[in-house]
């Protein structure tokens, strides 16, 4: 079984802090992803990562950055946390072979006070 | 318009009746088509995927794709109160790049005893 794992369940951090959210998967995926989920906004791509040391935008990428050192490994960090951060954060890993699976992590619910 | 556009619902049936789910998208080259269930807390997992016109059957669920009306549809047979959930439409378009999924907002199904 596929396994995605993020590094914290529930996070509640201060306006202007520094957030590292990690995930992590076990099954030599080649894709990493970071979305956020907002009610009434859907799945929205904060950040996609092809393999190691690559990463391209998605369609919010502002106000994040993200880090992939290994494979199986695949971090968001908000550089100075906002009030307008605060959402759930899903990790998701994905291969390409033998179809477009995309398995999703549990998710980090964010809270910016 | 939406790149992939959902009801939001909620869809309320009646258990053992059939619950149809309905997405339409707008990039007309679009080639891959997914259907994600997602429980409230919880993250998105892939219930369906297709890729061609007609229709895909597994279990209870059946997928069906018209690309010339632009449309994807979820049927859920036999609905149960298990089912209550959100359900999220994907597609993979020709025009992204590094091949993301775009997602719609999702249709709320309640299934009632």
């Known amino acids: 079984d596929v396994k995605v794992t993020q590094s914290s369940r529930y996070l509640v951090k201060r306006t202007g802090e520094k957030v590292f959210l990690e995930c992590v998967q076990d099954?030599?995926?080649?894709?990493m992803f970071w979305y956020r989920q907002d009610p009434g906004l859907g799945l929205r791509l904060i950040y996609f990562s092809y393999d190691v040391k690559m990463k391209e935008k998605g369609d919010i990428p502002e106000g994040y950055s993200v880090s992939r050192e290994k494979k199986e490994r695949f971090s968001l960090i908000l550089e100075s946390a906002s009030t307008n951060q605060t959402s759930m954060y899903l990790c998701a890993s994905r291969t390409l072979v033998g179809g477009e699976t995309q398995y999703f992590g549990p998710g980090t619910r964010l809270l910016v006070l | 318009q939406k790149e992939v556009e959902q009801n939001s619902g909620p869809l309320s049936v009646p258990e053992g009746a059939i619950a149809s789910l309905n997405c339409t998208y707008s990039?007309?080259?679009?080639?891959?088509f997914f259907w994600y269930r997602q429980y409230s807390g919880k993250s998105p997992e892939l219930i369906m995927s297709?890729?061609?016109?007609g229709d895909k059957e597994d279990g209870r669920f059946t997928a069906q794709l018209n690309k010339a009306s632009q449309y994807v549809s979820l049927l859920i047979r036999d609905s149960q109160p298990s089912d209550s959930a959100t359900y999220l439409c994907?597609?993979?378009?020709?025009?992204?790049?590094?091949?993301?999924?775009?997602f719609g907002t999702g249709t709320r199904l309640l299934v009632s005893p």
């Open positions: 990039d007309r080259g679009s080639q891959s």
């Open positions: 297709i890729y061609s016109n």
């Open positions: 994907a597609v993979r378009g020709t025009n992204t790049g590094f091949q993301k999924l775009v």
């Open positions: 099954m030599d995926h080649e894709n």
